[in-house]
C-alpha cells in the first residue's frame, strides 16, 4: 500500500516510528516532513500530503501533530479529503467504516507511540461499509 505521512514538530518522533513499522510492514510511505523537531508550520507539509491523496497518487494520508485538530483542518479543506481524528483505535475503524476517511490524524501529545500505530493498523485495514453510508458520504463535499 502507498501511504503519506506529514504533520508537525510535535509529531516528528511519531513520525519517524510509524514510518518505520509501515515500511518493515512491506508498506511505501511517502514522507512529507517535517524532517526535524524544529518548530515548523503543519499547513506547509499537510496541503502537498492532502493534494497527494486528492490525486490518488497514495492510499490513505496520516498527519500528525500534538492535537491532532490542525492538521486535520488543514487537510479536510480539500474536496477530495476525508480526515478523521482519532484517538483510539475504534475511532480510526469507525471512521473508515462510516465514512470512508481516507486521512488519519492523531494527537501526539495525547497517545502512547504503541496506541499511535495501533490506531495507524486499525485505519489502514479497515474496509468502508458502503450502504447507507454511501449517500451520507456523497452529501460530505461542497460542490
Known amino acids: 500500500m502507498k501511504l503519506a505521512i506529514g504533520g508537525d514538530h510535535a509529531g516528528y518522533e511519531y513520525k519517524k516510528a510509524i514510518i518505520e513499522h509501515l515500511e518493515s510492514n512491506g508498506h511505501e510511505v511517502k514522507d512529507f516532513g517535517p524532517f526535524s523537531t524544529d518548530s515548523c508550520d503543519y499547513p506547509d507539509y499537510v496541503h502537498p500530503l492532502a493534494e497527494a491523496v486528492e490525486n490518488g497518487e497514495v492510499e490513505f494520508g496520516i498527519t500528525i501533530c500534538g492535537s491532532g485538530i490542525g492538521v486535520s483542518m488543514v487537510a479536510n ?22 465514512n470512508n476517511a481516507n486521512v488519519l490524524s492523531m494527537p501526539a501529545r495525547f497517545i502512547s507511540l504503541v496506541r499511535a500505530i495501533e490506531i495507524v493498523d486499525t485505519f489502514i485495514s479497515t474496509k468502508f461499509e458502503g450502504g447507507r453510508h454511501q449517500n451520507r458520504v456523497d452529501k460530505i463535499p461542497l460542490s
Open 77 to 98: 479543506k480539500h474536496k477530495g479529503v476525508r480526515a478523521g481524528l482519532c484517538w483510539e483505535p475504534i475511532l480510526a475503524q469507525l471512521t473508515r467504516q462510516h
